[in-house]
């Protein structure tokens, strides 16, 4: 199976300061968006691994797309997301997201032991989505634990899935709870 990639979208948020306070390096969120065919829609398919597989081609090209936007700055944080359109089930956009679409992402951001959280969700276009995101290297550092909010105006249509990879350049703005700090992190090893 091969997935065609009907549209895309890139989004950038760039946050110099909060509450006033200026903080170093600016923190850079941005959003990759694949829009395609859900060739499932409108029926129920027991065997998912196709599309499962042909997840991988989607990680590697939503990877090239968010580390663009993402440049000058490398990826310390990230998240994934998919919205089904309503003839599609939430299983698919699952499908969509597993090991064999994060293994292609993993190499292209040179990392990534921890789990990558993820939201996904059937939808009608123009539904907002939330995409939480953490530390792509150790899952317990909570400077990290942030998020994307996204709408797609005409997307998903019903026979459509637009999966989302969201990537930071750092933890939040003047991030103070405590916890893993992202510099000690040499020689923790994933805390996955």
């Known amino acids: 199976m091969k997935l065609h ?33 859900n060739p499932y829609a409108g029926r129920y398919v027991k065997d998912l691994d196709p599309m499962i597989k042909a997840s991988a081609a989607l990680g590697h090209e939503l990877a090239a797309m968010a580390k663009a936007a993402l440049a000058p700055y490398s990826a310390q944080g990230v998240g994934k997301g998919a919205l089904v359109g309503i003839e599609g089930e939430q299983e698919h956009a699952n499908a969509l997201l597993t090991t064999a679409f994060a293994v292609p992402l993993r190499d292209a951001l040179g990392g990534g032991k921890a789990w990558i959280s993820s939201m996904t969700k059937v939808a009608m276009a123009g539904t907002p989505i939330d995409i939480p995101m953490n530390c792509k290297d150790a899952l317990y550092v909570r400077s990290h634990y942030d998020g994307m909010t996204l709408m797609l105006p005409d997307a998903p249509m019903p026979d459509e899935i637009a999966l989302i990879l969201c990537l930071a350049n750092r933890g939040r703005l003047n991030a103070r709870v405590g916890g893993l700090s992202h510099d000690k992190l040499k020689g923790v090893d994933g805390l996955v």
């Open 5 to 37: 990639i009907k549209r895309s979208y890139t989004f950038i948020e760039d946050r110099g300061t909060d509450t006033g306070k200026k903080s170093g390096i600016p923190l850079r969120k941005v959003a990759a968006v694949v829009v395609v065919d």
